[in-house]
Structures are given as C-alpha cells and as structure tokens.
Nanobody, 124 residues
C-alpha cells in the first residue's frame, strides 16, 4: 500500500502561482511513477502531469504545458506540482496518484493509489 497526502492548495488570483506537494508513505516511493490529475466541478477527472520514478521523463497535458512543472524528491518521498500563470479554468480539486506503469499513462485507470485531493481556486 501507498498512502498519498496532498498539500498546498488554496485561493490565488489569475496570473499567480501555487506549488502543490504530495507526500507518500508506505512502499518504496522511488518504485512508482507519479501523476497529478484534477477534477473541476461538473467535469470528469483529467490528467495534468506525470513524472517517471527517477524524474527522467515528464509528461504534461496540453492545457498546462509550459505553465506547470512536475518534479520529485525521492529522498523526501514527495512529488511537486509548480503551477504558474494560473487561470480561472485551472480551478479544480487536484489529486496525486501513483503507478507502476511506465510511459505516458494519462488514464486514471492506470494508477493504483490516490490521495484525497486538494482544492485550488483561481479567481479572475
């Protein structure tokens, strides 16, 4: 089992920045690739970004490419999502997730473990 806890959500004005973190406990963190997803009100959960177990590979949704940066620190069992130039349409609950699958796994069905989510609200 892997337990995931997201932190760092909040309210920010459009154009601002936030950094989300996701702390993992349980099985060896470095054995998992990590992803971020988000779910806006009334919408399905969607892929945001993914990082491989060693940080060598990163994948982004087109809607966040250039603005968001995913990173990880295996010594701290933590994955981060730096969000810059935020837009109102970035408002959502953000979830981190863990998977043993390599590659650009963008489907939530491909992730084994999930955090409880953290709310990000971007005001216009």
């Amino acid at each position: 089992q892997v337990q995931l806890v997201e932190l760092g959500g909040g309210l920010v004005q459009a154009g601002g920045s936030l950094r989300l973190s996701c702390a993992a406990s349980g099985r060896t963190f470095s054995g998992y690739a990590m992803g971020w997803f988000r779910q806006a009100p009334g919408k399905e959960r969607e892929f945001v970004a993914k990082i491989s177990w060693n940080g060598a590979w990163r994948y982004y949704a087109d809607s966040v490419k250039v603005r968001f940066i995913i990173s990880r620190d295996n010594s701290k069992n933590t994955v981060y999502l730096q969000m810059n130039s935020l837009k109102p349409e970035d408002t959502a609950v953000y979830y981190c997730a863990a998977t043993v699958r390599a590659g650009a796994t963008m489907s939530e069905d491909e992730y084994e473990y999930w955090g409880q989510g953290t709310q990000v609200t971007v005001s216009s």
